[in-house]
């Protein structure tokens, strides 16, 4: 089998105890080869070019290449023939929306919906001592969170011996997307779409660059930048740099996804600067009513499928199916019985030492412990009574049980959460809900890679790297003229309406199947 | 400073001269080697830091010559516990072994015969090497070659296409024109075979240049990893050391969040988490250390002057 | 004698009348020990050329190269209407004759001083520690060059400051106009040891008895250096230059990509780096082949042409 991800391992899976246990179960043993060092599209190519396939192949965003070349097999009559357990734990609709987009089922989804309550995922981040040191607001608005920083900075322009940084955004290679559009699009309210925005009544599809909200985006970081509020290093520095910038407490704001600023955070925490962790709020511009930080789960299709160099398809369904089946299940989601969880009255239970296990990514992987996220078929991690619950009554995902948040949090969270009455800190958050049409950056890969379209939205991409540091760094009073050249040239792009239609469209025919 | 054989019949004032001169040209040469020296001995020391420092106080950054939480885990990480890496190393060292060997010797073969003027394919042939090294068919084109020719999922996918490279062969060929006729007449006259007069007159005179050119073959083995990647990655049999640090470290790419997250939730020091600069840096170490060891090696054919004895009159 | 000598002369070596396969008889063994590798040559780095034929076509992967659609030079006329594909050739050529010249210049300045040097001990640990460079990758020297550059906190603006030489600090890689300098610097310090490894090795090769009389002939050091060492390189250095000055279109994606950033795009574009935007990133395999073929093209022509004018001016040439 082939996985078309980083997800790696030092510990094989089929060697570790669970996986061992599932190879006993099942009477079947799975070479996983992981992918290495290089971008999927270009391992995707050579297989395809070359025809040398495994029976499995996770083929993540890469689907749309293994299809064009024929590489999977057809597996409706094999789920229907097989796969009891795969129609238990997914829901009826789930199987029509990986049907949809070619008539025949290729793909069994592994990115089933899974929802994190301790954290939300991205946000515009304050520091704790600017939040302490205005009486614990909850921010709502751009000019209130710009305020925010302005007053703090003018009281205290110094942490310790060096400057305080008052924003910055990442910048370096692929997570200029912050820039170009990931900061401005949940300004005006929408969701994560990719590089446009969608409007939630009518499903028409804008980029991002082009509405209004890009703009007062700009202008905030222009505002900041002349108000001394904005890192001078922002456009031209390293990730590295960018978080051991925020690991040493200095940055009062930023927007970024939790994920990849997490290292610098827990950094900052090892130090002990507990008042100067970065809180996330999901500010809007004013006017906004409602936020959409916190997306749709359960959007699009992306999973195993069966190759066309699989010489027993048969055998493999029903392989695949043995595993959805509970036993299998509990075995990857809670652990070996006796190792790690014990069943008390019916109900799965795990002492402090099993829990901190089962946040040990090293313990995880060389265990075989929750493995199968995006790897292969699993039930729901959410908090759906139906499909995210055994048969006995437990949560499949651990983290739906109320001591895992207590595990989790730390003491300084836990004062924090206290100051502002709420329970985590996704209650600041809209709460995630389920996809109503495929988000637009699933879409976007939908397009022929050479199609006009596409070119067109990547030299918007690269024009928006060019400008907004410059608008940024200009005088106020070129703003507007500068911000017009920049939208001449925007519109200039030849396909860059086309690209809107298009994306509008596939949106609107996905629609249907949620 | 030693003074040279001949020095005793120069007059006074030519050796007065070379003394001042001497004096300057040494001292500025000294500084400029010590201000190089730590320039460049600099950036290995820090990654040796960085690669002994706990991962997550490393994101504060301002760790220069030493560590400052000191820990093993990174290398811990990468070494115990991981099954492949013992295989991942044989298979290392036997490319670059076996790599090696067999790049020398054609480049040495080549080489000699590119560099007799009156070779009857020199203009031909010499253009026709030179000439890849600007183009490349494509990732693609070469895969699907190797497919057809059944190298993959081999070891000799790793051997094979390189050995030839052009480059060295230019290089080896430029040094062995510079040797003396005066050399190989002597074992013309006798009627030697061109194969005598390679192995046993312009290799051993060539030693530098091989020493060169080997430890060119040597490192390029031993730091490959991407046709690991595209050939040879569904067999844990016959993959490097250089692909699975690779492995790691696109690994901790993808998992450093949530490792890190969860850790601090434990608060227990016992589990340190690892960042892709930790697991980058303690790469690094691992790979150039056994570089280190075996260049002196090689340094020692470095030496100067022909060997003269036997040949000349 | 004489006589002896040119029977054996006419064993191998070749006259005029001969006809070419008299010729392939006398080198036969020659032969036998070139003409097997020039056949792995041929295999693994001629025949994968069939794949251009993407360059002309409009590559889709799942339909493979006999199924799709062939578009003459589209592909071509399009890179040469981008602008920001023109503007990637000038930044590859500015970037590229800086870092040649400076690469050359400190590797050979280097292998001289280190020949100079007489403790062998002291020899031996420059030489080791100039090249560990090499082996950090460029991920890590990248972040190194960031960190030493920084305006805010860096030490080369430090010490520039505190010498008086500039006022404020200098943001080097946020400005385009410093971008091919910190190319050039940052490749020959990470390369100028292992470069020059390449002249000690044809230093090796010089006969002392023609220092010696140097020597005797009152030459003072400076002056062997410019009559006996030079010279005796000149050779290689030759060799090296005309292979570089083939690679002029390629100056390596690894660095520039690291090094570039959104404030100095303008001057960090080049050719790979577009390539890697606008090609690679997106899976337009046939553009990325056509502007590849444009690059072989340009860099054989270049090797042919600095061949030629080496020829026309010494006489020395590699083909």
Known sequence: MFQAAPLSATVPFSDTPIGQKIQEITGTRLDIEYLVGTDSMTKANLMTASGVYPDIVSAGETAGVFIAANAFIPLDDLIDKYGQNIKKIYRPKELEMAKSQHGVTYIIATNRPTIDNLYPAAGYYLSYAVLKDAGFPVVKTLSQYAQLIKDYMAKNPKFGDADNIGFTLPTEGYRVSALQYGAARFLGGYPNDGVTAVDQETLEAKLVMRMSVSKEFVRFLNDMWHSNCMDKETFMQKDDQYLAKIASGRVLAIYDQRWAVINGLAALEKSGHYDRILVAFPVVVDGVEKEYYRGPYAFSVQGVSITTACKDPEGVMRYLDRICAEDIQKLVYWGIEGVDYSLVNGKFTRTREQWLNSFDEDYKKSQGLEQFNNLLPHYELTDDPVYGKFSDGNWVYTAMNQEYNDMRYRDFEKEILKNYGVNTFCDFFAPAYPARYQPGWAARQQLPQDSPEFIASEKALELASEYFPKITMADPSQFEALWDEYQAKLNAIPGLDEYEKKITEIIRESSKYY | ?313 | MTVLNENIRAKTSLNRKDTIWKKIVKQRQLLVLSVPFMIFVLVFNYLPIWGWIMAFQKFVPGKGIFGSEFVGLANFKEAFTDSNFINAIRNTLLTSILKISTSFVSAILLALMLNEVRARLFKRIVQTISYLPYFISWVVAVSIVYMVLSPSSGIVNEILVALGLIKTPIAFLGEGKYFYGVVALSNVWKNVGWNAIIYLAAMTGIDPEIYESAIMDGAGRIRRIISVTLPSIMPTIKLMLILNLGNLMNVGFEQVYLLSNPSNIDASRTIDVYIYTYALRSGRLSYGTAIGIFNSTVAITLINICNYISKKIDGYGIF
Not at chain 2, 79 to 87: D, E, F, P, R, T
Not at chain 2, 113 to 142: A, H, Q
Request: proline share 4%; with cysteine.
């Open chain 2, 1 to 313: 400073m030693e003074k040279k054989n001949g020095h005793g019949m120069l007059s006074k004032i030519g050796y007065k001269r070379m003394t001042v001169e001497d004096l300057f040209l040494d001292i500025f040469i000294y500084i400029s080697l010590l201000f190089l020296c730590v320039v460049t001995l600099y950036p290995f020391i820090n990654t040796i830091a960085y690669s002994f420092n706990d991962a997550i106080d490393s994101v504060r950054g301002g760790i220069y010559l030493w560590p400052r939480q000191f820990t093993l885990r990174n290398y811990e990480k990468i070494l115990v516990g991981n099954k492949a890496i013992s295989q991942a190393l044989f298979i290392s060292v036997s490319r670059t072994v076996i790599g090696g060997f067999t790049g020398v010797f054609a480049t040495l073969c080549v080489a000699y015969v590119l560099s007799r003027r009156d070779f009857v394919f020199r203009k031909v042939f010499t253009p026709f090497l030179v000439f890849t090294m600007y183009f490349s068919g494509g990732l693609i084109p070469t895969f699907i070659l190797m497919r057809d020719l059944r190298l993959i999922n081999t070891f000799w996918v790793y051997i094979l296409p390189t050995m030839v490279g052009a480059y060295n062969i230019m290089f080896m060929r430029s040094y062995i024109e510079g040797i003396p006729d005066s050399f190989t007449e002597a074992a013309k006259i006798d009627g030697a075979s061109e194969y005598r007069i390679l192995f046993t007159i312009i290799f051993p005179l060539s030693l530098p240049v091989v020493a060169t050119i080997t430890l060119f073959v040597a490192v390029q083995q031993w730091n490959a990893w991407f046709d690991t990647m595209i050939y040879n990655g569904m067999n844990p049999k016959l993959t490097t050391l250089q692909y699975e640090l690779q492995k790691l470290l696109t690994s901790a790419l993808s998992i450093a969040a949530s490792d890190s997250d969860a850790v601090l939730a434990s608060g227990d020091s016992q589990r340190a988490a690892v960042t892709p600069m930790s697991i980058r840096t303690a790469m690094t170490v691992i790979s150039v250390t056994p570089i280190l060891f075996v260049y002196p090696f090689l340094q020692k054919y470095f030496i100067r002057g022909l060997t003269l004895g036997g040949v000349k009159g």
